[in-house]
T-cell receptor, first 113, second 112 residues
């Protein structure tokens, strides 16, 4: 199995630009999670989906962030407009229904200048 | 929310044993997780405890005491490849099922 796939792996953009991060979960997993990791704040859950429906978005920092899951094999996290403080590694993870183990993708390292 | 505490860094010698403690304050409890994260890589699942006691999985064991709000991860027969950050995470019953809150992580350095 290919595991969780994320793209791009690295993204450098200027403040004010729109950024879109992409994720393909493991086939058969119906939970999908978006995390952000920084030195200051550690690993934080932003939002997660079950069967393509957002369940908990309480970790989304503000209206500049949005996430969608149009189908079972694809999700996006969008930041518009981006700010330097959004610089972080963004991980996508997925899990089987009822299972506690989350499988993480390799992450997208975002730098906003 | 949760207040999850774990040491920032620990150093141990190859072949030795290291115990990483994690304490948490929560009004309820619904599971504690340990993840390993090598530098520049994604976290990978190590263990899950929901009942008191010790769960053993090869060289790694995890212990939980719900009454004390305390867990530890025990790494035995340390190898150089065990140098990584170890993240403790808690799921609270007041949170939705999928929501985990992570500690800051403990950086374990294994020396020859």
């Amino acid at each position: 199995d290919a595991g969780v796939i994320q793209s791009p792996r690295h993204e450098v953009t200027e403040m004010g630009q729109e950024v879109t991060l992409r994720c393909k979960p493991i086939s058969g997993h119906d939970y999908l999670f978006w995390y952000r990791q920084t030195m200051m704040r550690g690993l934080e859950l932003l939002i997660y989906f079950n069967n393509n429906v957002p369940i908990d978005d309480s970790g989304m920092p503000e209206d500049r962030f949005s996430a969608k899951m149009p189908n079972a094999s694809f999700s996006t996290l969008k930041i518009q407009p981006s700010e330097p403080r959004d610089s972080a590694v963004y991980f996508c993870a997925s899990s089987f229904p009822g299972h506690y183990e989350q499988y993480f993708g390799p992450g997208t390292r975002l730098t906003v200048t | 929310g949760q207040n999850i505490d774990q040491p920032t860094e620990m150093t141990a010698t190859e072949g030795a044993i290291v115990q990483i403690n994690c304490t948490y304050q929560t009004s309820g409890f619904n599971g504690l997780f340990w993840y390993q994260q090598h530098a520049g890589e994604a976290p990978t699942f190590l263990s899950y405890n929901v009942l008191d006691g010790l769960e053993e999985k090869g060289r790694f064991s995890s212990f939980l005491s719900r009454s004390k709000g305390y867990s530890y991860l025990l790494l035995k027969e340390l190898q150089m490849k065990d140098s990584a950050s170890y993240l403790c995470a808690v799921r609270a019953p007041t949170d939705s099922w999928g929501k985990l809150q992570f500690g800051a992580g403990t950086q374990v350095v294994v020396t020859p």
